[in-house]
């Protein structure tokens, strides 16, 4: 059974930091590029960062570039994301995604609020 579980969402204030996990499990963690999406209800879904399959390479939205980074353990099946500087703006419900060729699978999701 193909799991994504996302945690370390929460209420932080402007300027905090969060770091969000996600644990996979069910699927080849390694042979598939990881990414993190967030959603507001106002805002479709949108891409934040992602990381290659072998953490070779990563992106990022240019919203958060320079304030957020990706990473992951392929060893522990799971990808990071470490979120500095938070703005208001940064609140949202942030996803897990991971895909190769063939798949597609999604989190849950984890609720991110900045707000003092």
């Known amino acids: 059974q193909v799991r994504l579980v996302e945690s370390g969402g929460g209420l932080v204030q402007p300027g905090g930091s969060l770091r969000l996990s996600c644990k996979a499990s069910?699927?080849?963690?390694?042979?598939?590029?990881m990414s993190w999406y967030r959603q507001t209800p106002k805002k479709e879904r949108e891409l934040v960062a992602g990381i290659s399959e072998t953490a070779g390479s990563t992106n990022y939205a240019d919203s958060v570039k320079g304030r957020f980074t990706v990473s992951r353990d392929n060893a522990e099946n799971t990808v990071y994301l470490h979120m500095n500087s938070l703005k208001s703006e940064d609140t949202a419900v942030y996803y897990c995604?991971?895909?190769?060729?063939?798949?597609?699978?999604w989190g849950q999701g984890t609720q991110v609020t900045v707000s003092s």
């Open positions: 069910g699927f080849p963690f390694s042979t598939y590029a």
């Open positions: 995604n991971a895909r190769n060729w063939f798949y597609d699978y």
